[in-house]
């Protein structure tokens, strides 16, 4: 991958769960350590736990920039990390999830709850219409999205979605295949909005 392809910002949505399974605290911190190894930046959610902090706590480890996006309300409960690079304070989870996307060329969607699931579906949404038009990537650790995926395909199916829609996003079983992913994405477009209601 050169320069002239390499998304320069990359942003990451992740769970903040502690309870889960070792095998995703695992990918996270391993994502965090290749998208800097990679030179890529890293902008997130800016929790310190969980596979948030993991994947900050491994671009950090390898000397990559980090930049958290959280509402103050978060940060009032001490729940942002405190080794970033930068950590943006906003109003409200609206404005979070908007100034996430703001200046990133790329997605990476870990597993998580509600909230990273509600980020991945409206990024796809964004991308539908036209209004993101980066790569988006799903690391698909134990499987985890495959029930969204089979979701997703019976929306095709069942025509609620056009086929072509199934190159919005790409899935990778590992985060060191994150970046080739970037690479072969399929190119996107804002004529995109065009079959958005077919």
Known sequence: MNNAERPYNVCVYAASSTACHHDYQDAALRLGRFLAE??????????GVGLMGAVADGALSRGGRVTGVMPTFMNELEWGHRGLTELLLVEDMHSRKRRLLEGCNAVVALPGGCGTLEELLEVITLKRLGLFLGPIVLVNTRHFFDPLLQLLESAIQERFMDPRHQGMWQVVSEPEHVANAFTTAQPWSASARCFATQ
Do not use: A, C, N, V
Request: proline fraction near 0%.
């Open 38 to 47: 990679q030179r890529f930046t890293i902008t997130y959610g800016g929790g």
